[in-house]
């Protein structure tokens, strides 16, 4: 009889962040996610930016189960520790299916691009202390969807909402 490993759900279970070195963590050379010399730079910048935010995710081993892009990026900018977060309930099987379900699903998602306007026209106009291109947006692509929001005046009704004059009946 086979018996399936389940996670442990809930509560129960508690998570600990801890630094180690980066040189005792290892990269999965099977992770099918391919991370761009372009990307590292950019997961880099925003580290610089926003700080470490989400910690990788490793396996008893130390074996990188998520974060691999992260952890590059860090030795590119050359720290010598990252916060991580130990895996131990998940089976080997079920480390790399999360490993590619944590890439994958991500990209099951899509953008409200009227609100992502919205929000990269406001942090445009902010005082930032930091490149808006830490968004992972370049300044083209943001110049382009901030142009794409229709002006609308306070007070002022968006001529797209007009509802249409009813014209002659046609017999």
């Known amino acids: 009889m086979q018996h399936s490993h389940k996670p442990e759900r809930g509560p129960k279970r508690t998570l600990t962040v801890i630094a180690r070195p980066i040189a005792t963590l290892k990269l999965d050379p099977r992770n099918a996610r391919v991370h761009s010399p372009r990307q590292i730079r950019q997961i880099a910048a925003s580290i610089e930016a926003f700080g470490f935010n989400v910690p990788v995710l ?30 131990e309930h998940l089976s080997a099987a079920q480390a790399r299916a999360y490993m590619i379900a944590d890439n994958r699903l991500s990209e099951n998602a899509s953008w409200d691009e009227q609100l992502l306007a919205e929000q990269l026209r406001d942090l445009s106009l902010a005082e930032l202390d930091f490149s808006i291109e830490v968004t992972g947006f370049e300044m083209a692509e943001i110049d382009l969807l901030i142009e794409g929001l229709a002006p609308t005046v306070d007070g002022e009704s968006d001529p797209a909402e007009a509802i249409p004059a009813a014209g002659p009946a046609v017999s």
């Open 58 to 87: 490793i396996d008893a081993a130390g074996k990188v189960i998520a974060g691999h892009g992260r952890l590059l990026a860090c030795a590119q900018l050359g720290w010598q520790e990252v916060p991580t977060i130990r895996l």
